[in-house]
């Protein structure tokens, strides 16, 4: 409960057992003058423990959080618990239903809009809840990020360096045991206004990831984000039992990844047709050619080619063939040290 949140809440936080309920995010337009922003959220508890909060659908292009997160508030009874789980599956439902990164409705974009104002856009309120009461009443949070349409990952759960060394370790503890292909140590290209920064400002363990992306989803990654779920769950003694590790089901160990800088974010020199020459999850050498970049207009004309700035793992790279200037085509990152 925020004294200045307008968010209406139909959930009770402190009760045992498990519940689906809403948050009403006011909403006034010009059909609806009382209208609002309905978001579905589960919380179960069973006892004293920690309480993690999981979110997913902070962009609308980005599904594995949203399904696979659903599918673990359906299955999950409180009884499996000791502690507190709160589930967000779908943050930022006029995003999710117009299937875009950015709000339909202010045209915001709710990862770079925390902490929120508790009077503004509905993007602005929706932060300003989570800030100003989500993240206040949790010891961990999980927010299950992809690619998106524009970008498609190696599935990884996404970390950031703290100044406090022995966090950066707890926190690398619990990105290795959610089990996916990479743990990615991030450096962000904005690293203010995030869900991510704000949790970590609160001194929460944070973690966030990118599961695959264009646009799509996957058997494998929505399996990669529902065992993660589950293994965070185990980490930190909610859930009993050994985690599910990849190697167990046959899958490769977790690699640690870490972006060496942002030279790491390839962007395209100009407008055009991308050609790519490698793979995801390729290794190149700094100056290595990623692929062409063809000039429709110029079609007699040698196309650009677009190299990597750092050594590594092709662990990101843009879907699509049409790029505009300025837009990233390729990700590096290298073995953490
Ligand atoms: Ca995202």
Known sequence: MSANSPVIEDCDFEANGKAFGTLRVPCSTNTSAYGSVVIPIM?????????????????????????????????????????????VPALNPPALLSGTR???????????TFPGKPVGTVTELIAHYVDSVLLKMVDIVVDLHSGGRSLEYVPNVLIHRSDDAARTEETLEAAIAFGAPMVLISQDLE???LLESAAEGYGKITLSSEMGGGGALSRETVAVAERGIRNVLRHFGLCAGELERPEA?????????????????????ADG???????????????????????????GRVPQEIAAARSGTIICRRPTAHVGRGDCVAITAGPSS
């Open 102 to 112: 950015l709000s339909p409705i202010d045209g915001r974009n709710l990862n770079r």
């Open 43 to 87: 919380v179960a508890k069973n006892g004293p423990g920690p309480t993690v909060l999981f979110t997913g659908g902070v962009h609308g292009d980005e599904f594995e959080g949203p399904v696979a997160l659903a599918k673990f508030c359906r299955g999950i009874h409180a009884g499996e618990l000791q502690g507190r789980v709160i589930v």
């Open 273 to 299: 047709i991308f050609e790519p020459f490698r793979h995801l999850g390729e290794e190149v050498e700094a100056g290595e050619a990623l692929g062409h970049l063809h000039d429709i207009a110029e079609p």
């Open 191 to 193: 690293s203010e206004g």
């Open 249 to 269: 089901i046959g899958l490769p160990a977790t690699r640690v990844m870490e972006i060496e800088d942002l030279q790491a974010y390839v962007a395209a020199p």
